[in-house]
């Protein structure tokens, strides 16, 4: 029922104990906020290289289908034309 009183040694040294763990939490805790920026800046630099593939991904298909398909109806166009003046 009582409380039972330590002695001034015993509670300085469960509070030295105590700040050292502290300490080791605060250092782990900062490791894991450096590796989580990095991390980050890892995941912004791979959605940014996706992004600028894409593009031009995109660039290519207008060259290699919008072009040429454009190309063959004016093509065609030119066939008509020159059939019409020549008959």
Known sequence: M???LVTRTEYTAEQRLIERRFVEVEKDVADVQ???AEDVKALKAAIDAAAERRGSNMRQAVYAGVLPAVLVLL???VQIWIALRGA
């Open 2 to 4: 009582y409380a039972q």
């Open 34 to 36: 450096r590796v989580l």
């Open 75 to 77: 093509g065609i166009v």
